[in-house]
């Protein structure tokens, strides 16, 4: 299923205000990307809005009917750590607030990677 990323930013805007911390978005390849304090935490493409999680976190939103991994495209592999979730989660406000907090959450604590320049 393709989804219209303008859209998808339009709902996930309505979900940002709702969220405990200041998020700021920015456009990236055709959709969008989600910053909590600086560290990705969501993407919105073509694929839908993909929340990252990991670990725990990861395979509990996994087990949820409905829910899948993230492809950007197509012919594009899927993510080892955004989720979709389903239709009707995602028209949950405090159920996508919830998986939005821990993914947030989850992408602030990490360590800063630096990427090497060969």
């Given amino acids: 299923m393709t989804h219209n990323p303008g859209e998808l930013l339009v709902r996930f805007d309505s979900l940002a205000r709702q969220l405990p911390f200041v998020v ?19 993407s919105l493409s073509g694929g839908g809005l993909g929340v990252k999680l990991l670990g725990d976190a990861h395979a509990a939103a996994m087990d949820r009917t409905g ?31 919830e998986w939005l907090t821990l993914a947030a959450r989850g992408a602030r604590s990490a360590p800063r990677t630096r990427s090497r320049r060969r």
């Fill in 24 to 42: 700021t978005t920015r456009r990236m390849m055709g959709g969008y990307v989600a910053y909590a304090d600086g560290k990705v935490f969501a």
């Fill in 67 to 97: 829910a899948r991994r993230l492809r950007h495209r197509e012919d594009q592999p899927e993510s080892v750590s955004y989720v979709v979730f389903s239709d009707d989660d995602l028209a949950d406000d405090d159920l996508m607030v």
